[in-house]
């Protein structure tokens, strides 16, 4: 079948702004080039960025100068190691300051993050950032089987489905140009469940994205009610680790390899698995990923440290040496069988998110619990906890002074999904303590636990 989308969709992009096929053609054409030249690549990008934040971005003025970053008005590289991390209390602090002062004319636009550590924050991104991010996925979808255009499913969280009942037009017919569809898996029943697989079956799509346990929760459901199943070339699990249990059990009920992708909304994709899944190749042209240790040092193969990503394409705010929230094992390997020396990381051991269940067995979805608290500026930090089917506990770290309104909003689409009779107690803290294993979870079910 002719796959005409293709053209059409690289021709609104260009007349969009988006150069996202030449950046395609670029990726294409260093996919298998040696380290040291992709290493070479991305000192160029790095070293243009951090120009452009001494020459325009406030915080980093000061920040490069007083590291040794920047002298004579040269980029020192060595010195980067200098540079103090960023964190999200730094941004929720500084604000406008890690604005580019010419943000307005890069296509900028707001987003904020998906409070998978439980710190939701604000922060923009623009046109160039975006162009690449495109050409990324791109490329990644080609590994996995599927060409630009090609079908798609995303089993994936819509809240606006919930609370509104509808999308905006501007968003059906972008999904409609690149031929997704998109199951909600936020609330999953065995009755719709069975309408997914009827949708999946006609939809035939060739490539599938999901949170991790929504795919596993689907499966579970079409292989305990015996439904057939059209199979993909490949499903992509993100938003949650992916064991290697779950992935057996997920490409032996699909019938097709179930591949580990990394990000978040802040940087974009930072890493997914190829078919030969010995790691996930890190975007190098995108981002710069640093592994490091509790006293900033760069971990050693197989060891387990913090994520920092530096964003190489996002000049309207340039996070550089964020520390995302998320830990990850350094690869053991230096080269892919695959051919692609793209930098690899082990595994992604950092991301952790709990399912709530209703007293009718209706299945919440965690990241349902985490998108209440987009946008929420006065909320630093929070946990959702469902102690019964109808006893929930918020524990939140203000950032400021808490309205009834953000409250009230937060509770009705809790009790939304979990029953208006749920009893929702707030708790304000100083702190929110880390798991044993480092991370944040900013959702706990005892019922689903039990």
């Excluded at 079409?222 to 057939?228: N, P, Y």
């Excluded at 930072?270 to 592994?291: D, M, R, W, Y």
Aim: proline share 4%; glycine share 8%; with cysteine.
């Amino acid at each position: 079948m002719i796959n005409w989308r293709k053209p059409i969709i690289g021709a609104a992009l260009r007349i969009g702004g988006h150069p996202v096929f030449k950046n395609l053609n670029f990726l294409k054409s260093i996919e298998y080039k040696s380290p040291e030249e992709l290493r070479r690549l991305q000192d160029e990008k790095l070293e243009q960025l951090l120009m452009h934040a001494y020459e325009n971005v406030p915080y980093y003025s000061k920040k490069l100068s007083e590291a040794g970053v920047v002298k004579n008005k040269s980029i020192i590289l060595e010195n980067f190691h200098r540079i103090p991390p960023l964190t999200k209390e730094i941004m929720r602090r500084e604000g406008e300051n890690l604005y580019s002062r010419d943000y307005k004319k890069r296509g900028w636009y707001p987003n904020s993050s998906g409070g998978s550590t439980g710190e939701p924050v604000q922060f923009i991104q623009d046109k160039n950032y975006l162009s690449w991010a495109y050409a990324g996925r791109f490329l990644y979808n080609s590994w996995a089987g599927k060409d630009v255009g090609e079908p798609e499913l995303k089993l994936w969280g819509s809240e606006r489905d919930i609370f509104y009942g509808a999308e905006k037009i501007s968003t059906r017919l972008r999904r409609w140009g690149f031929n997704t569809i998109l199951l909600n898996s936020f609330l999953m029943t065995d009755e719709t469940m069975a309408e997914y697989v009827e949708r999946w079956n006609q939809f035939k799509p060739k490539m599938v994205g999901a949170y991790t346990s929504s795919i596993f929760e689907f499966g579970r459901y079409v292989k305990r009610s015996g439904a057939k199943i059209f199979n993909p070339s490949s499903i992509i699990c993100t938003a949650e680790t992916l064991t290697e249990d779950v992935r057996r059990f997920i490409e032996e009920v699909f019938g097709c390899p179930a591949l580990n992708q990394y990000g978040s909304r802040e940087v974009g994709v930072v890493a997914s698995e190829c078919p030969n899944k010995q790691g996930l190749h890190t975007f190098l042209l995108n981002n710069k990923i640093e592994i490091l240790d509790e006293n900033l040092q760069p971990c050693q193969s197989a060891q387990m440290g913090d994520v920092y990503v530096t964003t190489l394409n996002n000049y309207s705010m340039p996070l550089i040496r964020y520390q995302i929230g998320d830990t990850a094992v350094v690869s053991e390997k230096e080269r892919c069988s695959c051919g692609r020396s793209w930098p690899l990381i082990a595994a992604v051991t950092g991301r952790i998110s709990d399912h709530f269940r209703t007293r009718d067995g209706k299945l919440i979805h965690g990241e349902y619990f985490t998108h209440l608290f987009y946008g929420k500026a006065e909320i630093k930090k929070f946990r959702v906890i469902q102690h019964d089917y109808d006893d929930v506990e918020l524990l939140i770290e203000p950032a400021g002074k808490i309205s009834s309104k953000t409250l009230k909003d937060i509770e009705e689409k809790i009790r939304l999904v979990l029953g208006g009779e749920c009893k929702i107690s707030v708790n304000e803290v100083d702190e929110i303590p880390r798991a044993s294993s480092g991370k944040y979870l900013y959702t706990i079910s005892e019922v689903t636990r039990e």
